[in-house]
């Protein structure tokens, strides 16, 4: 299958889907067939070409509304032949009309166990409501956002102490774990979307 990765970051997630779909002894159905930044520069951008994987920068600020912007991207998956889009680490809302063309294909990880702590400051959150675990989430992607029928999820001990950072930091090992293990499921067909009620059909 081939997949589109939509990043605004670091990519370390990324990172993580590169190594497992380029890994032979894997078998990986799932096949990178670009990975598109709306920030230049970033350090995702180049662990992409680092992998020779094609990449195109496509900056929101270029398109005077949220739809065009999205109509852009989506044009650029569409032509790419992308089956399946990947948001990891992608710090833009998705339109509806964006999110209804790949419903079912569109998945998101977040930092945290949803439906707990939705939004961005997700480590922040945990850490205040003092949760002794938090973890990370890979679900289908829907017009609300951080909600979506749950692929994989990992639960992560918060320890005494923990800053934003450390915390963030041990959440990541576990989601870099996370995603490859969802986008697989997908690719395999081990789990799809029902549309009609948004829950995930398992097919193991
Ligand atoms: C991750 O924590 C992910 O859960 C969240 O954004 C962060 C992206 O990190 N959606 P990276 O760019 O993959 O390092």
Redesign the pocket.
């Known amino acids: 299958k081939r997949v589109g990765v939509l990043?605004s970051?670091?990519?370390?997630?990324?990172q993580a889907l590169i190594d497992h779909t380029l890994d032979p002894h894997k078998g990986s159905l799932a096949e990178i067939a670009i990975v598109i930044s709306n920030k230049e520069g970033v350090e995702?951008l180049k662990r992409a070409e680092r992998a020779g994987i094609p990449t195109k920068v496509i900056s929101h600020k270029a398109f005077p509304t949220r739809e065009a912007f999205d109509t852009a991207v989506m044009k650029e998956l569409d032509l790419m032949n992308v089956e399946i889009v990947c948001?990891?680490?992608f710090m833009r809302i998705l339109s509806p009309a964006f999110v209804t063309h790949y419903r079912g294909r569109l998945i998101?990880?977040?930092?945290a166990l949803l439906p707990s702590f939705k939004g961005a400051d997700a480590h922040q959150q945990a850490l205040e409501a003092g949760v002794r675990y938090t973890g990370?989430t890979v679900h289908f992607v829907e017009v609300e956002v951080d909600a979506g029928a749950i692929i994989t999820q990992e639960a992560v001990p918060v320890e005494i102490g923990d800053t934003l950072e450390v915390l963030?930091e041990r959440?990541?090992t576990y989601?870099h774990k996370s995603y490859p293990r969802a986008l697989e499921l997908l690719a395999r067909n081990k789990v799809s979307l029902d549309t009609s009620n948004g829950k995930a059909i398992w097919n193991l």
């Open positions: 990043i970051g670091s990519g370390t997630n990324l995702g948001l990891a680490g998101n990880i977040h930092p990370c963030q959440v990541k989601e």
